[in-house]
Structures are given as C-alpha cells and as structure tokens.
C-alpha cells in the first residue's frame, strides 16, 4: 500500500477481528465486510465526484456478457448530502488475504478523488453485517 497512511499490519489485525467475531457469532446469512469512510472539510455540492451515473459505453469487439460481469465487479463511491460512505468491499467467506486487498484498493482509489487526500480523511472503519465496527484511521 505506497502512498497509504494505514500500515498493512493494522489492516490485517482489523480484518482478522472481523472475521473472528463473525465466525464466533454465526448467522444465517452471508454477511458483507464493509469499508466507511467518514469525510471532513469536504461539500459534497460543491464537489461532485461521487455523485450522478457514470455511461458505460460496449464496443463492437466486447460480448455483451463480458461487460455485464465487469460492471457487477466494480465498485461505484456513491455520497448524497451527509459526509458519510459505505462500500461493501468483500464477505466474512472470504480468506483473509482478499478484503485486505479490496481494503486497500479502495482507500487509495477513493483518497485519490478527494482533493486534499488524506487530509480530507476523518475516519475509516471496516465492519461485518451485524459486528462491531473496527477502527482502522
């Protein structure tokens, strides 16, 4: 993770919480890992990066159902008025190895949109479904 403020070793120590509590406590259903992300000094009027549709455009060359499976595999950043987000970046099936990499794709991807990168960032917590949220930032 180049250019992260988050060390891997925090990473994995959190995402390996959430795995425990979620096998220790099963449910019925697949539960989602989720990332949130809390925003400061930042107008989401003024700014709209994470807001409105984004066209997708199917070339002559691609299959329809090639472009379908790409568009389900990737993750729209979506804010409203508040200066909260919440993406679902894996599940508690999972190995433990493939939401740290989702993790940290995300937090870099998203803190290159903000303008003042990580200054613009105030909190970052991943979470189970039902589990408590573990503080990574």
Known sequence: MSGSKISRDT????????????????RKFRETIELQVSLKNYDPQKDKRFSGTVEQVVTHNETL???IDEIRATV?????????????IGHVEMTQEEPVANISLGINF????????WQNV????????????????
């Open 65 to 67: 159902s090639s472009k």
């Open 76 to 88: 729209k950043f979506q804010m409203k008025k508040v200066l909260c987000l919440s993406v679902a």
């Open 11 to 26: 990473l994995n120590e959190c995402v390996a919480e959430v795995l425990k509590l979620a096998v220790e406590k099963k």
């Open 110 to 117: 998203l803190v290159s949109l903000l303008k003042k990168n």
């Open 122 to 137: 105030r909190a970052l917590n991943i979470k189970s479904t039902m589990g408590p949220a573990q503080r990574l930032y």
